[in-house]
């Protein structure tokens, strides 16, 4: 109906199905009427044989219910039952993984019309449905979002053409061909081309990736499938009657239409490129939930991939709706014991009780608060949240939980051909991992529970973080070195951002990780996907925004740069993405962004949230005019309006314009000497409308300022 495809969003359907609401007011008319059904599998019929996992269901079911009030107040009521007819229509084949088969010479004009003949077609079976909850499904539907006109068409092979779509993206093409009837055109779809122009296939593993139309004949005809997606950049195609030219295919870019709500230029050319691929990868992975990538045999919501990301997705896009549906699929997919499977919904049933990617439970309700004020997101998944600590917290002993899974996924490996790094040197202990999570995870939950009124949930939660950090300092903390364990830049950047390091050891730590980075990785990056989700922030925090500047503009093996600079328009799963193992090795993987995006918006703009005044309540605008960056201008559209930080510095002068929403206040942060050096709008900033002077600190003259614009400007 409309304009969704996919609908309604996967779940994980014993526990919970939902459903769509549509008005139909607009296609009824006066008379006969009729409704028409084309279903499709989607998630609830896919089984995926390399894993032994068994579908949901055997086959797609309706489940319909049409309300009509009449202009007399009388109500009409339609559902479908065994009343109904059904055949099977030219849909031939269809899977989310696999793609759609459709025989367009199995049309059948006017099926979905008035007075349409059905005495072929079969009674409609009833079949169980869900034993579960039956939920509206109230966040964005999936949509086609936008038409990409092929970049090129190359034909590397007889009879075999490939179109370039210039960008990696998710959906599918769109076919536009003339025929005899029963020609079979095939679209096969790749992130990746190899030096012959032929489509490279290897990073798919087991998917087909692949629709297949035949052909009606006798006119033009036009095709897009509907119940399946693709992530690709190039579409081989072949039996197309005829030489197709770059107007008989479009790319179709399809996802959870969520609202963007942010936009970032500098300077550095780089960072627009980054920001670029980041926007991408973002967006063409939200699926009804979060996936790690949108083109293999996988395309799942594992946990461990946003703990850290949910946030910088929420400068980029409105993902509030989003994210409290997925907290919802990682209560349902929770066992009665409280654990939680690092892959939610738990199609990929992988319950393997680690701290790391499950936490995402727990620090995902505070991001919400945070970036969108929701507060009740708090209070409804408080409950699932503790059920997991107090399952969790039963593996702690003496202090030290030891339970991962997966270490710091994905470091930059001492072999250009390897997944996973063999150097004990790179590793990070994997009790160390685990304890620094469980610590950050008791923390929130404190504070949750204090928000919440729960005195003795909030005492229990704090007890347990003193007892973790405890433990954990004594373990692993090497006072004769200044540094965690074996001294990795992950077993630094987690004590630093979650407030493990002992009073008065934060500076030598700090230290360590600045010397893992100039000395050893020589400015580059040097984590995997768990410290890599704070290592901006925590450089910047420890007054080396100019290092963490200097990672991110990088172009050389291992940064995101490098990606770029390879052709990349998605990020990688893996650093040496170009050299690695194709077996685990996607072109369109979020992971590995990190902090990334938070920081370009945070840290370079000046753009966060209060979380004492949470979703921009409150605004603490601190721009890092950092290294050789000339300007940089953003902005990011708050529950309260739209803020905007637009700096510049140019001949020892800075310029920053500020926009500031209504029912917002903000405080700004303006590098200058000495609060007499700055002015806004042309007066002395100290003493203009709207704007009072707080403090000098390290270098930035601190001021208060309620909604509006201004312009500042310091010497």
């Known amino acids: 109906m409309g304009h969704d495809v996919l609908d309604p969003a996967w779940t994980t359907y014993p526990k919970r199905v939902l459903y769509s609401t549509y008005d139909v007011t607009d296609a009824l008319r006066d008379g006969q009427n009729a409704i028409g059904v084309m279903l499709g599998g989607g998630w609830a019929t896919l089984s995926d044989p390399a894993t032994h996992i068994e579908a949901y269901y055997p086959a797609p079911a309706l489940l319909l219910n049409v309300q009509i009030q009449m202009a007399g107040g009388k109500t009409i009521t339609i559902a479908s039952d065994n009343s109904w007819k059904t055949t099977?229509?030219?849909?031939?084949?269809?899977?989310?993984?696999?793609?759609?088969?459709?025989?367009?010479?199995?049309?059948?004009?006017?099926?979905?019309?008035?007075?349409f003949d059905d005495s072929q077609w079969s009674p409609a079976t009833a079949v169980d449905g869900t034993g579960g909850v039956r939920s509206s499904q109230m966040m964005q539907p999936i949509r086609v979002v936008d038409t990409v006109v092929p970049r090129s068409v190359t034909s590397p092979a007889p009879g075999v053409y490939v179109f370039d779509m210039g960008q990696n993206i998710s959906g599918w093409a769109q076919l536009r061909v003339r025929g005899p009837a029963g020609a079979k055109v095939t679209m096969r779809y790749a992130e990746l081309v190899y030096p012959n122009g032929m489509i490279n296939r290897e990073n798919l593993r087991a998917t087909k990736s692949r629709d297949v139309y035949i052909l009606k004949g006798g006119g033009p005809e036009t095709y897009e499938p509907r119940f399946t997606y693709h992530g690709f950049r190039y579409v081989e195609v072949s039996g197309y009657p005829g030489t197709p030219g770059i107007d008989s295919f479009r790319g179709r870019v399809v996802h959870t239409a969520v609202d963007q709500t942010g936009n970032f230029l500098a300077s550095k050319q780089i960072l627009n490129d980054l920001q670029n691929v980041i926007l991408w990868s973002q967006q063409t992975n939200l699926f009804g939930v979060p996936t790690d990538c949108d083109q293999r045999d996988e395309r799942q919501g594992w946990l461990g991939d946003r703990s850290a990301e949910s946030k910088g997705e929420t400068y980029l896009f409105n993902t509030?709706?989003?994210?409290?549906?997925?907290?919802?699929?990682?209560?349902?997919?929770?066992?009665?014991?409280?654990?939680?499977?690092?892959?939610?919904?738990?199609?990929?049933?992988?319950?393997?009780?680690?701290?790391?990617?499950?936490?995402?439970?727990?620090?995902?309700?505070?991001?919400?608060?945070?970036?969108?004020?929701?507060?009740?997101?708090?209070?409804?998944?408080?409950?699932?949240?503790?059920?997991?600590?107090?399952?969790?917290?039963?593996?702690?002993?003496?202090?030290?939980?030891?339970?991962?899974?997966?270490?710091?996924?994905?470091?930059?490996?001492?072999?250009?051909?390897?997944?996973?790094?063999?150097?004990?040197?790179?590793?990070?202990?994997?009790?160390?991992?685990?304890?620094?999570?469980?610590?950050?995870?008791?923390?929130?939950?404190?504070?949750?529970?204090?928000?919440?009124?729960?005195?003795?949930?909030?005492?229990?939660?704090?007890?347990?973080?003193?007892?973790?950090?405890?433990?954990?300092?004594?373990?692993?903390?090497?006072?004769?070195?200044?540094?965690?364990?074996?001294?990795?830049?992950?077993?630094?950047?987690?004590?630093?951002?979650?407030?493990?390091?002992?009073?008065?050891?934060?500076?030598?730590?700090?230290?360590?990780?600045?010397?893992k980075i100039t000395d050893e990785t020589h400015e580059h990056i040097g984590t995997g996907l768990i410290g890599g989700q704070w290592l901006m922030r925590v450089l910047t925090a420890g007054g080396r925004a100019d290092l963490a500047y200097t990672i991110a503009a990088q172009k050389t093996y291992p940064s995101w740069g490098y990606m770029v600079e390879k052709g990349a328009t998605t990020i990688w799963e893996l650093w040496n993405g170009d050299t690695a193992d194709p077996a685990m090795n996607s072109g369109n993987h979020v992971m590995l962004v990190g902090d990334l995006g938070i920081w370009l918006y945070e840290n370079l703009a000046g753009i966060k949230s209060d979380p004492e005044q949470p979703g921009f309540k409150h605004i603490v605008m601190r721009p890092e005019p950092v290294g050789d960056l000339q300007f940089v201008?953003?902005?990011?559209?708050?529950?309260?309006?739209l803020i905007a930080s637009d700096w510049q510095k140019k001949d020892g002068v800075f310029r920053w314009n500020v926009t500031v929403p209504a029912n917002t206040t903000a405080t700004v942060y303006v590098p200058a000497k000495n609060a007499e050096s700055v002015t806004e709008d042309g007066n002395l900033a100290a003493q203009a409308k709207g704007v009072k002077l707080v403090k000098m600190e390290n270098g930035r003259a601190v001021f208060s300022v309620g909604a509006g614009n201004y312009r500042f400007e310091s010497r």
């Open 88 to 115: 099977r229509g030219p849909v031939v084949e269809d899977s989310v993984y696999n793609g759609e088969v459709y025989d367009a010479r199995q049309e059948t004009p006017g099926w979905d019309a008035p007075g």
């Open 320 to 515: 509030a709706a989003l994210y409290a549906k997925w907290l919802q699929d990682m209560a349902d997919a929770q066992k009665e014991s409280g654990s939680v499977s690092d892959v939610c919904p738990a199609y990929w049933p992988i319950y393997s009780d680690n701290v790391t990617w499950p936490s995402s439970t727990v620090i995902i309700p505070g991001t919400l608060r945070e970036q969108f004020a929701d507060s009740a997101i708090i209070a409804s998944h408080y409950a699932s949240a503790k059920k997991w600590m107090d399952f969790m917290g039963g593996f702690v002993k003496a202090g030290i939980i030891d339970r991962d899974s997966y270490g710091d996924w994905c470091v930059p490996p001492e072999d250009p051909k390897l997944i996973h790094s063999n150097d004990p040197a790179r590793k990070t202990d994997k009790a160390l991992l685990a304890t620094a999570y469980f610590y950050h995870d008791a923390l929130l939950m404190a504070r949750y529970a204090t928000l919440l009124g729960k005195t003795e949930d909030a005492q229990h939660f704090t007890d347990l973080a003193e007892k973790l950090k405890a433990a954990f300092n004594q373990k692993f903390f090497r006072a004769d070195k200044g540094q965690y364990d074996n001294g990795s830049q992950t077993s630094c950047v987690l004590p630093l951002a979650f407030g493990l390091v002992p009073d008065g050891e934060r500076e030598r730590v700090f230290n360590q990780l600045v010397r």
């Open 633 to 641: 201008k953003a902005s990011h559209r708050s529950p309260y309006g």
